[in-house]
């Protein structure tokens, strides 16, 4: 019993400091402003490019002169590529990512809340491993000295940034939700999920 206040001790202290607790909500609001504001400009940017990409090349049919976007599809690609990492990052805050909870909804507060804090482990473990994995793929490119196919002197790594720090993200948006259910008492699990869940997918920011 010692051993677990002394292991638990450090864990109190951070939840009840209330300047510690401050960092962490405004480092919160920053990687969702982050995460939100990626996704949007990348999805806008990739469209954009594809639509004027398509005018060009049927305006090309008529006017030779006129040619497409070299640099069009490859840029519009990354666009869309860092436009769902970041938005799949954002997800993980707002709870809008598929899940049945019709089944362990039957079950007991305590298992309950055993059952949710066992799928954000599961998930914290894949995506830790996701960012392991595509920091390797990063550097592996940055180790070969790939460049982009049609911006010739940026590296393709730079393009690839987007899988580890998207992959952080969500990797600490899953630690964050076991520390949320880890403190909140196993009778509010299941209303306070739900009430995320309604809430995050109703409100929109």
Same mark, same amino acid.
Not at 58 to 74: A, C, D, K, N, Q
């Given at each position: 019993m010692g051993l677990f206040k002394l292991i638990t001790k450090p864990?109190?202290?951070?939840?009840?400091?209330? &300047?510690?607790?401050? =960092?962490f909500?405004?480092?919160?609001? $920053?990687? *969702? %402003?982050?995460?939100?504001?990626?996704? /949007?400009? !990348?999805?806008?940017? !990739?469209?954009v490019i594809t639509a004027a990409n398509v005018i060009l090349r049927y305006i090309s049919s008529f006017i030779p002169? /006129?040619?497409?976007?070299?640099? +069009?599809?490859?840029? %519009?690609?990354?666009?869309?590529?860092? &436009? %769902? =990492?970041? +938005? *799949?990052?954002? !997800? =993980?805050?707002?709870g809008v990512h598929i899940s049945v909870m019709t089944f362990i909804e039957r079950f007991s507060p305590r298992v309950f809340k055993v059952c949710v804090i066992s799928s954000h482990i599961i998930s914290a473990?894949?995506? +830790?491993?996701?960012?392991?994995? &595509?920091?390797?793929? $990063? =550097?592996?490119n940055y180790e070969l000295g790939y460049m982009s196919e049609a911006f010739h002197k940026v590296p393709l790594f730079v393009f690839l940034l987007c899988l580890p720090i998207s992959f952080l993200g969500a990797t600490y948006r899953s630690v964050e939700?076991?520390?949320? /259910? %880890?403190?909140?008492? *196993?009778?509010e699990v299941i209303k306070n999920t739900q009430a995320e869940i309604i809430h995050d997918n109703v409100k929109k920011d």
């Amino acid at each position: 019993m010692g051993l677990f206040k002394l292991i638990t001790k450090p864990f109190l202290w951070a939840h009840h400091n209330q &300047s510690l607790n401050r =960092f962490f909500r405004i480092l919160d609001c $920053v990687i *969702a %402003a982050i995460n939100k504001n990626v996704a /949007v400009i !990348g999805i806008v940017l !990739g469209v954009v490019i594809t639509a004027a990409n398509v005018i060009l090349r049927y305006i090309s049919s008529f006017i030779p002169e /006129v040619s497409s976007l070299t640099w +069009g599809e490859e840029m %519009a690609r990354y666009c869309f590529l860092w &436009s %769902a =990492f970041f +938005g *799949a990052a954002y !997800g =993980f805050r707002k709870g809008v990512h598929i899940s049945v909870m019709t089944f362990i909804e039957r079950f007991s507060p305590r298992v309950f809340k055993v059952c949710v804090i066992s799928s954000h482990i599961i998930s914290a473990t894949f995506l +830790g491993f996701m960012l392991y994995s &595509s920091i390797n793929v $990063v =550097f592996l490119n940055y180790e070969l000295g790939y460049m982009s196919e049609a911006f010739h002197k940026v590296p393709l790594f730079v393009f690839l940034l987007c899988l580890p720090i998207s992959f952080l993200g969500a990797t600490y948006r899953s630690v964050e939700k076991i520390y949320e /259910v %880890a403190w909140t008492p *196993a009778s509010e699990v299941i209303k306070n999920t739900q009430a995320e869940i309604i809430h995050d997918n109703v409100k929109k920011d």
